[in-house]
């Protein structure tokens, strides 16, 4: 049976490297064939915005990369509908790449995994 990890996306996408990192950890450790969970947070609901534009700031733009989960095989892509609420976006800004979740499902995913990572 394999170990699973929940990849915990907590931080705005730009103005730190944390995003991307996330990221390539979840798409390594599926490489690992672990079963992976991309959990969206707090700001970190703001990494699957549609049409950002980091080049403004000289950063390059991994939020396509984003689209790339499920053809690693990571199919547990929740965000958190609560999040979304408190930063007043909808569904319908966002890549479709996630399922919107209660908190509370979030939080289950967590407790059930072997590992957790966040930064």
């Known amino acids: ?3 699973s ?5 907590n931080k705005a996408p730009y103005g730190t490297q944390s995003g991307r990192e996330l990221l390539d950890i979840a798409l390594m450790a599926a490489a690992f064939d ?4 991309a959990l969206f947070i707090d700001d970190g609901v703001y990494q699957l915005l549609e049409n950002q534009q980091p080049d403004i700031l000289n950063m390059k733009n ?3 990369t984003f689209k790339a989960l499920e053809l690693y095989g990571i199919e547990t892509v929740l965000i958190s509908q609560e999040d979304l609420s408190q930063r007043s976006l909808s569904e319908a800004q966002l890549l479709k790449v996630a399922k919107v979740s209660s ?3 979030i939080n289950q995913v967590i407790r059930r995994s072997d590992f957790v990572f966040m930064l």
Not at 5 to 9: D, E, S, W
Not at 34 to 37: C, L, W, Y
Request: hydrophobic content about 45%; proline content about 6%.
């Open 34 to 37: 672990m079963d992976i969970s």
């Open 103 to 105: 908190s509370n499902h």
């Open 5 to 9: 990890l929940a990849v915990i996306f």
């Open 62 to 64: 991994h939020s396509p």
């Open 1 to 3: 049976m394999s170990q």
